[in-house]
């Protein structure tokens, strides 16, 4: 079984930066798209950044600007740099990788989530 172990979440003033990484637990296939969401209490999960195999990328117009999504394919591992960051980011963020039905050996896997809380 695959897991998708994140850390690096936690309490950071308003204007402060966390990075948040996210860990495969083993040797997979590489995925399609790799991105990550939040979800804020009372909120739906939303998207907030992408990075696709070939390395595009793609951000939530509120985070554009701040947050940076990267991969390290040797680590396995994916990372979210969040910066100036705002009460408004205030969230649980999961990480989620997910590999074409049509490919194979497809998946869909997501992280437990991190919380991410941003003082005031």
């Known amino acids: 079984q695959v897991e998708l172990v994140e850390s690096g979440g936690g309490l950071v003033q308003a204007g402060g930066s966390l990075r948040l990484s996210c860990a495969v637990s083993?040797?997979?296939?590489?995925?399609?798209?790799m991105d990550w969401y939040r979800q804020a209490p009372g909120n739906k999960r939303e998207p907030v950044a992408t990075?696709?195999?070939?390395?595009?990328?793609n951000y939530a117009n509120s985070v554009k600007g701040r947050f940076t999504i990267s991969r390290d394919d040797a680590k396995n591992t994916y990372y979210l740099q969040m910066n100036s960051l705002k009460p408004e980011d205030t969230a649980v963020y999961y990480c989620?990788?997910?590999?074409?039905?049509?490919?194979?050996?497809?998946?869909?896997?997501w992280g437990q989530g991190t919380q991410v809380t941003v003082s005031s």
């Open positions: 083993r040797s997979i296939l590489p995925a399609n798209v």
């Open positions: 989620h990788i997910h590999r074409l039905r049509q490919l194979p050996q497809p998946y869909d896997y």
């Open positions: 990075i696709t195999g070939s390395g595009t990328t």
